[in-house]
């Protein structure tokens, strides 16, 4: 799975990933944070969420990493917003009052660029890579954001029946891929009504991950 797996998603129109509602996991449980307002949280593979909308509502601040510029360009139009556009080596950042949205590929996003956050809000970053690219994926997410505390989302079924993404992951998994920088704390899990694709059962669990 490489970027033009997901460009090539993004321009078909094929992002059944993407939601039209405020998730329901943030909503339900942002308070387990316990953060103050103005707090930033980091936002990975972000692509044009409402949840972004929903935080910056809540007085929030927001940085995100995506890849694909034409999910960017579409999340400030839902905004009503015009960012400032620069470009920063491999990188281009997309900026406005408390939203920063860098694209690009995230493994080239460094600590400095993407400055100091208060949380990650991971609800399709990690599930989306396949399991070669998740261990990786942790190792950097911890590099660039200090091992802040996550709020992260995942979905568990038998892979054998379908194939993602979303990528089932496993608790096992999060505690090899976390474990040693995170405490795991499991705050909800419920079934998909219908099943995953409406075919396979599959069960979705919310994270607080802390130090």
Request: aromatic share 10%.
């Amino acid at each position: 799975m490489d970027s033009d797996f997901w460009h090539q998603k993004w321009e078909r129109g094929d992002i059944g990933f993407h939601e039209q509602q405020v998730n329901p996991a943030l909503v339900g449980n942002m308070e387990s944070l316990n953060l103050i307002k103005g707090s930033r949280l980091f936002l990975p593979l972000c692509g044009k969420t409402q949840d972004i909308a929903w935080l910056l509502a809540q007085g929030y601040r927001v940085v995100g990493a995506e890849l694909s510029k034409r999910a960017i360009n579409e999340l400030f139009q839902q905004l009503n917003v015009t960012p400032d556009i620069t470009e920063a080596g491999e990188l281009t950042r997309y900026s406005a009052n408390n939203i920063d949205i860098w694209a690009g590929d995230i493994f080239n996003l460094g600590a400095n660029s993407l400055g100091a956050v208060d949380a990650i809000y991971d609800r399709a970053a990690l599930v989306a890579l396949p399991e070669e690219m998740r261990q990786r994926y942790a190792i950097h997410l911890d590099a660039i954001c200090h091992s802040v505390q996550q709020l992260l989302v995942t979905c568990e079924y038998n892979q054998q029946l379908h194939d993602g993404p979303p990528f089932s992951v496993s608790e096992q998994e999060l505690q090899r891929l976390y474990g040693n920088q995170y405490q795991l704390n499991r705050l909800a899990q419920d079934d998909i009504a219908g099943g995953f694709k409406g075919k396979v059962a599959a069960t979705i669990s919310v994270w607080h991950l802390h130090r």
